[in-house]
């Protein structure tokens, strides 16, 4: 199994301001996912971050609106940048287990003000 | 794009009937996962099914996934107020177990004592 410790757990932000989402995970792996989520809905993924390469960004997200480090095999950030109220949402980051299982952070609760 | 269709998006029951949650799609997926969620947390792995016509139960869980592996449902038998929560089915693409995975829209269960 995987623990994932990501951080902060909720922020109020003022709108125009950036946050970085923190993701720490208790074992190396090679590709961590950053899913958004609005409460009570399904999971969105923002981009997969693999360690030494430019992160790889689905459709409708770029990177100088979610900018993504992976300096290492346990470690990422994911920035949300010039934040509107449209950005409050909940960000969660994930890595592949065994057997194909996902782990989840708890997740970052954000609210853009 | 693939795309998982669950339904019904909210169910609201009493303690001890019975609930059907289905998920479909037009893609074939390698695997199907299902997944549950509860409020400030990250979703939890209930089961994976990776068998076209594969069936698995987990107490009072029963997953099924379709002959084509293009759908699948999750049943509940006498559901609990323990139930209570998001679920959520995800697939992975391909003929690889590890890589991005596709979620359906979530299913909010409350199951009312």
């Known amino acids: 199994s995987a623990v994932i410790s990501q951080k902060p757990s909720r922020d109020i932000c003022q709108r125009g301001t950036s946050l970085t989402i923190q993701c720490q995970v208790d074992?190396?792996?090679?590709?961590m996912f950053w899913y958004r989520q609005q409460p009570g809905q399904s999971l969105t993924l923002i981009a997969t971050?693999?360690?030494?390469?430019?992160?790889?960004?689905e459709s409708g997200f770029v990177i100088d609106k979610f900018p993504i480090s992976r300096p290492n095999l346990t470690f990422s950030t994911l920035t949300v940048s010039n934040m509107s109220p449209e950005d409050s949402s909940i960000y969660l980051c994930?890595?592949?287990?065994?057997?194909?299982?996902?782990?989840f952070g708890q997740g970052t609760r954000l609210t853009v003000v | 794009t693939q795309l998982l269709e669950q339904s019904p998006q909210f169910l609201s029951i009493q303690e001890g009937e019975n609930l059907t949650v289905y998920c479909n799609s037009s893609?074939?997926?390698?695997?199907l996962q299902w997944y549950r969620q509860e409020p400030g947390e990250g979703p939890v792995l209930l089961v994976t099914?990776?068998?076209?016509?594969e069936v698995k139960k987990l107490k009072r869980l029963t997953f099924q996934f379709g002959d084509a592996r293009k759908d699948s449902s999750l049943h509940i038998t006498a559901a609990q107020p323990g139930d209570t929560g998001l679920y959520l089915c995800?697939?992975?693409?391909?003929?690889?177990?590890?890589?991005?995975?596709?979620f359906g829209q979530g299913t909010i269960l409350t199951v009312h004592p």
């Open positions: 099914v990776v068998t076209g016509g």
């Open positions: 994930s890595v592949d287990g065994q057997g194909a299982r996902a782990f």
């Open positions: 893609s074939v997926f390698s695997s």
């Open positions: 971050a693999n360690q030494g390469s430019e992160a790889t960004y």
């Open positions: 995800a697939g992975r693409a391909g003929g690889t177990s590890y890589g991005k995975l596709t």
């Open positions: 074992s190396q792996v090679t590709m």
